[in-house]
């Protein structure tokens, strides 16, 4: 199998697996867009639980910086807008959405499990967001809207990396067990995503989140359009 991303159905559930296994599963333009178009299919296609998983070592490093000195700040702009939208439709999803991590999760990565409604990581996950660093905003208030503001201030100003059973002490994952334990996790989620009908699911969804899509767009857009962008990801990457 050589797709950045593998997409199975079986009744009402989607499975999304991260296939970038040489890259540990970070987000390039390709695969950006191939989980946008997925979900997005997943609103019309029946879908009641998306699961996202990621293959082999690790769910995602986050966005992947290969080559980024040869890419113009325009580019890089866009696969964050893009990144931002996947997360908007993540989030705000009519159905429920089932992130399973594992590994060394960075950046981009852990926000894409942090939008998902059920979040199950393994006992030896771990999870960092240093986008501040080069004063990218992504992913904050949901963060927030997760873990308390507090929490989240700690969290993003270290930037600091966090494990499984700290993460499910703040509510930024919902559960930890390991890949043996997911199948039935799965059909335990399948079952919970249908007890209501599709349209009073999606209801729900609207009315206990809060939707700020527009003011975290805004605030995305204007972090990563401050000029200096590729020099701001150099000297990160350089700190490491």
């Not at 980024?68 to 993540?90: A, D, K, P, W």
């Not at 270290?158 to 499984?164: H, I, N, P, Q």
């Not at 930024?172 to 919970?192: R, S």
Request: aromatic fraction near 6%; charge should be neutral.
């Amino acid at each position: 199998m050589n797709e950045e991303l593998i997409r199975t159905c079986e009744r009402h559930v989607t499975r999304l697996t991260l296939n970038r296994p040489h890259k540990a599963n970070a987000l390039d333009s390709a695969l950006i867009e191939a989980l946008l178009d997925a979900v997005e299919y997943a609103y019309t296609d029946g879908t009641r639980l998306l699961v996202l998983e990621g293959r082999d070592r690790n769910f995602s490093a986050g966005f992947d910086f290969t080559g980024y000195q040869q890419q113009s700040e325009g580019e890089l702009v866009l696969r964050f807008i893009r990144i931002e939208t996947l997360l908007q439709r993540l989030y705000h999803a009519p159905f429920a959405t089932l992130a399973l991590a594992h590994g060394r999760n960075f950046g981009a990565g852990v926000d894409i499990i942090g939008a998902c409604s059920l979040r199950i990581a393994t006992p030896d996950a771990t999870f960092r967001m240093p986008g501040l660093r080069f004063g990218v905003v992504l992913g904050t208030r949901r963060l927030a809207a997760r873990v308390g503001t507090d929490k989240a201030r700690e969290l993003l100003a270290g930037s600091r990396t966090f494990g499984a059973d700290e993460a499910l002490g703040i509510n930024f994952i919902t559960g930890i067990a390991e890949p043996p334990e997911w199948p039935a996790l799965i059909t335990q989620a399948a079952a919970d995503a249908t007890a209501l009908p599709a349209a009073a699911a999606g209801a729900l969804a609207r009315q206990t989140l809060a939707d700020t899509r527009a003011d975290d767009m805004a605030a995305l857009v204007h972090s990563v359009t401050v000029p200096g962008l590729k020099e701001r990801i150099r000297i990160f990457r350089e700190s490491k």
